[in-house]
């Protein structure tokens, strides 16, 4: 029995990807039995992939660094050059690779009921064990090209998923903005990816982040690097897909959907915070990280502004929730510029400052929690629009009295999201403003001002769509089945959980996380 | 005895402050218990099947629940409106054209591309 | 060394001949011809890959790129519409 | 309209400028250079594969023992793509084909 | 000596796609011009991997000698087939935009059916 | 498309077994000379997409069904994951690894080993690498081959119905 889970531990970082993928294959052919035993297939192959994702984090946050090659062999040659493909999972892969088995089994569970009407969901399922292995395989990777072909499988995945409802045209163009920015953005990564390539004859991102030397070359990589991802991952002015993206898929789509945006961010920390941490953290270039950090700054306040405001306008239901999304996403970022930009040198090593660290943690602590609550607050609104066929705030109303479950588990994501006490965005966002507030005070205004109008823009879609008169439209109207209530909740206590407990999270999870950011050596050490 | 807990109730301390969602449970609970007493006391004076269920809108009659319901856009009316000059600014922004979702994409990269690589 | 200088010229005109290729394929307004530029711009793309010694690439590329693409690219041109708009 | 236009001109030429630098500033087209040029790289990785190949994976095409064998995980991702596509294109036409 | 045109030529190719997707109205022209992106990269790639006087890294057609290197071309492979998956899934969904909209001009695809 | 003239058809028709031969033998000798799974597969799927051309989609649809090339594909993929899987599951033990690369310079199928520099060209080498290929090919081959098909015949449904 010790033996069986050895091994298991030993290939999870393989079978995490192969599992989902053999079940995709599969997934074609069972669906030709009967989609009771496809839905249970599925359901299965998702919760073995879960399980393997737990046993692989907690063993690295046990046991440390990780490494994987495929293909077997040593790992690198005169200890300088990987020549292999590999995984290399540290504390902050595991960390966001926590996500990724929960969103993708929560959305399946939702989709049993939610999809049952519609055709095509053969496909549908075999598209999302495809999305989640790909949004694994660019959590877990340590090779840059591999990052791109998984970036690709996500794209390919979530916009064939995007245009779900043919008959509807905002899906379809959105699907098509969103194919269109993808293939560009993991262009322009292949293009940077062939930069270090010519450079380095090295595709190994650990060895990349050895060999940097910041030379002209490496400069523009960066930025080329930064821009792809940063549009993946919705950063302003580079957000617009994002809005359609989000609010036209379906809602089970919509939560992995947030998982991917999340991986692309991941994507970013890697390459600013371990390719490129090595120099940017060194005497010689001390312009340079503050330069990027100003610049990174000014970005996240952009964004957090825009996404606040232009949810506030919103009449769309989702469309209203994707932009509070693209806001959250701006805190992110927030604490990765303080980070930047606030570094000290201490016996000649650069160190990022007591505050930085602190908002990093933040930050890092805040993608989590930005991801079960923007969740929640999705599958409310497929909730919504499963029970009373419609999404637009103004025909909405007083759907309180008819769906009570649905209506608590949207009381609890409005408090997680605006970070109200004492739900889990309330301890994230806590930090990042007493840390911000010591790095410039300036930045901690904006941020709790954004953050009460998230919580008007909150209260705007409570009272439009739970509160009010008892519409006779929407009299017929009846609690959503129980398979939905089921994912709604299990989202929900671990909100409460975190909420309640954010202490064992902090100290458990998102200090080594942030410790494996800030390390770029060891992740270095792990393959050479 | 009660080991396992200690971990569960530590306070997460940042830099300046602390966070500790026991404590915030208690003066939660606290205040919901005066809350409660205060609105016991109003409690006793309501009777039912008289006038004062019915909703008082300055003494008019009810209106139809279709005529009540405010919709979504309505809300924040007054906001928006204030801050049309801005709005128009946002929405001029979001063209929701393909071709001007990668503009911006260049712009970035040019403006980064400048900024990072000539200072 | 005529050798040398026919390699260098031919290293010298398909990429730029992979440019015309592709600045006619943008320009032209009857999308069928511009798919068949794109064919064109392929095939010159895969002579080009076999030039560099690149066989394998060569043969992917003639048959996903000149062949294939050109394929899905004319098939999704005759259900939608064949001239491309004047502005 | 004109002033989005002449925005993109102006940064489409930024980016050329500096794709263009980044480009010619590194090695010289099939010149991999000597030791002590500015610019010398040597090619351990593909090295390493080519001297290596029959021996470890006894194919003597090296490029199709790099795809399947040295990395051949980016095979399956990029096997994986091309299913991913086929799914998504017969679940976008789902309704019409039939 | 080929100079630097080959390089020269994979940013003409970027900056010819680039171009067609931002100024460019046609939505099949914008794909193809995503298409001119993705041969402009592989050709980079490709372009990396050559070295003067080698032959393909093939050991059936000769023995040893200068090889050009074999990784970029495993990874020009993938990138084709990548390209071509996401070719198809662009066309499909531009077939539907024209069967949604009646038309193929980027700046008419936005808003839609919000009654 | 509903098909070309008969002129048309008849030089696909000859042209067809050849492309699909080379394409074979590009997919079997891919460790041996130029070529592999998706070289092949590409190669063959454009045969395929040349007949769909030539006597229309509809008709092509009567000879296969879009849902059998999908399972196809599906077993090509499952074929090629599979492959994989071996080098984890056939040596239990700790040396087991995923993607190894376990048939090459055993005595076993395909198994035998070469030296350096050689240019026999012996069909018998490379360990899973040929039958890597002879999956990826299947798999290419339907792959291409349905999405041709798909959309050439959804296409000639929205234009029947009179859009």
């Known amino acids: 029995m010790n033996g069986v889970v050895d091994w298991l531990i030993l290939h999870s ?16 052919l069972i669906g030709k039995i009967g989609p009771r035993i496809r839905n249970v297939f599925v359901i299965i192959i998702m919760a073995i992939t879960s399980f393997l994702i737990l046993l692989l984090v907690n063993d690295v946050f046990t046991n440390g660094i990780r490494t994987y090659v495929f293909g077997g062999g040593s790992t690198s040659i005169e200890s300088s050059y990987a020549i292999r493909i590999l995984f290399e999972i540290d504390g902050l892969n595991a960390f966001i690779a926590i996500i990724a088995a929960i969103l993708p089994i929560v959305a399946i569970i939702y989709s049993w009921a939610f999809m049952k009407e519609h055709t095509g969901l053969d496909k549908y399922y075999t598209l999302i064990l495809l999305m989640t292995a790909g949004m694994l395989g660019m959590i877990l990777t340590g090779d840059l090209f591999n990052f791109f072909v998984f970036l690709e499988i996500t794209s390919i995945a979530s916009a064939a998923l995007i245009a779900f409802y043919l008959d509807k045209q905002n899906s379809i163009q959105a699907a098509f903005k969103y194919i269109v920015i993808s ?7 292949l293009f940077a990816v062939a930069l270090f390539y010519g450079q380095y004859n090295a595709l190994n991102m650990a060895v990349i982040a050895n060999n940097i030397s910041f030379t002209f070359i490496d400069k523009i990589a960066l930025v080329v690097l930064f821009a792809a991802l940063a549009m993946k991952a919705g950063i302003v002015p580079m957000h617009m897909w994002l809005p359609d993206a989000y609010g036209r898929a379906p809602a089970s789509i919509t939560v992995i959907l947030i998982g991917t945006t999340l991986a692309s961010l991941y994507g970013l ?5 371990t390719i490129y941490g090595k120099y940017l953290f060194s005497f010689d270039s001390t312009q340079m990280a503050l330069t990027l950090g100003v610049l990174i700054i000014i970005l996240a306040v952009v964004t957090i502004v825009i996404g606040v405001f232009m949810a506030l306008k919103q009449n769309d239901f989702k469309r209203m929730i994707a932009f509070a999304a693209i806001a959250e996403i701006g805190y992110m970022f927030l604490a990765v510029g303080a980070a930047l930009s606030t570094y000290t040198f201490e016996r000649g090593a650069a160190i990022i ?28 609104a497929g909730a919504v629009y499963y029970a009373a066929k419609e999404t637009s705030l103004n025909k909405l109303g007083g759907l309180a009295r008819n769906m009570k479950y649905t209506t608590v588990f949207f009381l609890i994501g409005l408090a997680a999201v605006s970070g109200l006490p004492p739900m889990n965005g309330f301890a994230s966002k806590l930090i990042i403003y007493q840390s911000m507030f010591q790095i410039n005070p300036l930045l901690t205004i904006v941020a709790i001002l954004c953050s ?12 439009s769509v739970f509160l009010g008169p008892k519409l006779p439209k929407f009299s017929g109207v009846k609690e959503v089945p129980k398979s939905m209530l089921i994912a709604m909740g299990i989202i929900a206590s671990i909100i409460v959980f975190i909420g309640l407990f954010p202490n064992i999270f902090v100290e458990n999870i998102v200090t080594p996380a942030t410790n494996a950011l800030q390390n770029a050596t060891s992740y270095i050490g792990g393959v050479l | 005895m009660l080991e396992w807990i200690e971990p569960l109730i530590k306070t997460l301390t940042t830099d300046s402050g602390f966070w500790n969602p026991l404590v915030w449970g208690i003066v939660f609970i606290i205040s919901y218990l005066v809350i409660y007493i205060v609105r016991g006391m109003g409690k006793k004076e309501y009777k039912k099947d008289t006038g004062q269920t019915q909703v008082f809108l300055s003494g008019n009659p009810e209106y139809d629940k279709e005529k009540m319901h405010v919709p979504g856009a309505n809300v924040y009316w007054g906001f928006t409106e204030a801050l049309k000059w801005l709005y128009n600014k946002f929405d001029k922004m979001h063209t929701g054209n393909v071709s001007d979702y990668i503009l911006w994409f260049v712009l970035i990269m040019g403006l980064f591309l400048v900024i990072m690589v000539v200072i | 060394m005529t050798e040398d200088l026919l390699i260098s010229l031919i290293h010298i005109v398909v990429p730029i001949l992979i440019i015309a290729a592709s600045i006619v394929a943008i320009y032209l307004k009857d999308l069928i011809a511009a798919a068949i530029a794109v064919a064109a711009m392929s095939l010159l793309l ?23 693409t050109t394929a899905i690219l004319i098939i999704a041109i005759k259900s939608t519409k064949r001239m491309e708009d004047e502005a | 309209m004109t002033m989005r236009n002449a925005a993109g001109v102006i940064f489409f030429a930024i980016v050329a400028v500096f794709f263009i630098f980044s480009i010619l500033s590194l090695h010289p087209f099939g010149d991999f250079g000597e030791e002590g040029d500015k610019y010398y790289l040597e090619p351990k990785m593909d090295d390493y594969i080519i001297d290596n190949a029959q021996n470890e994976t006894g194919a003597n095409n090296a490029v199709t023992s790099v795809v399947f064998d040295y990395r051949g995980f980016d095979t399956l991702g990029e096997a994986t793509v091309l299913f991913t596509a086929v799914a998504g294109v017969i679940l976008i036409f789902r309704r019409l084909g039939k | 000596m080929a100079f630097y045109v080959p390089y020269i030529a994979v940013v003409a190719l970027i900056l010819i796609g680039l171009y067609a997707v931002v100024f460019k109205r046609n939505l099949i022209k914008i794909v193809i011009g995503i298409t001119f992106i993705e041969c402009g990269v592989n050709l980079f790639l490709i372009t990396l991997g050559y070295r003067e006087k080698s032959i393909a890294p093939i050991y059936t057609s000769s023995p040893g000698g200068i090889m050009s290197l074999p990784v970029p071309q495993a990874l020009t492979l993938t990138s084709i087939v990548i390209g071509v998956a996401v070719l198809a ?27 | 498309m509903s098909g070309m003239s008969k002129i048309v058809k008849t030089i696909t028709s000859i042209a067809f077994p050849f492309v699909m031969i080379y394409g074979l033998y590009v997919i079997l000798h891919g460790h041996l000379t130029p070529g592999g799974g998706f070289q092949g597969g590409a190669v063959v799927a454009s045969a395929c997409a040349m007949i769909v051309v030539a006597f229309g989609s509809i008709w092509t649809m009567k000879k296969i069904k879009e849902n059998q090339l999908s399972i196809l594909e599906s077993i090509g993929a499952i074929g090629f994951i599979v492959f994989a899987f071996l080098g984890l599951i056939i040596l239990f033990d700790n040396s087991g690894i995923f993607f190894k690369n376990v048939f090459a310079n055993s005595v076993y199928l395909f198994g035998q080993s070469v030296e350096y520099a050689s240019t026999t060209a012996n069909i018998n080498t490379a360990g899973t690498l040929p039958l890597m290929n002879i999956a990826v090919g299947l798999k290419v081959i339907a792959g291409l081959f349905v999405i041709v098909l798909v959309m050439a015949y959804a296409s000639n449904k929205i234009k029947e119905r009179g859009d």
Not at chain 1, 269 to 273: K, L, M, T, W, Y
Not at chain 3, 46 to 67: K, W
Not at chain 5, 92 to 98: D, E
Not at chain 5, 101 to 107: F, G, S, V
């Open chain 3, 46 to 68: 895969s002579l080009e890959f076999f030039i560099l010694q690149a066989p394998d690439v060569a043969i992917a590329e003639a048959g996903v790129g000149a062949c294939l």
């Open chain 1, 269 to 273: 920390f890697r390459v600013i915070f």
């Open chain 1, 13 to 28: 970082p393989a079978l995490i990807i192969a599992i989902p993928l053999l079940g995709a294959f599969l997934t074609i």
């Open chain 1, 452 to 463: 009460i109008l998230l919580l008007a823009v909150f209260v705007k879609v409570f009272y």
């Open chain 5, 89 to 115: 899934l662009m066309l499909s969904l531009v077939v539907h935009i024209y069967r949604h909209y009646k038309t193929l001009d980027a700046r008419k695809i936005i808003g839609g059916d919000e009654e």
């Open chain 1, 183 to 189: 293939a560009i953005g993991a262009l322009f990564l």
């Open chain 1, 353 to 380: 400052s007591a505050s930085g660290q602190m908002a990093l943690k933040g930050g890092i602590f805040h993608i989590f929690n930005d991801a079960l609550d923007v969740g929640l607050l999705f599958l409310v």
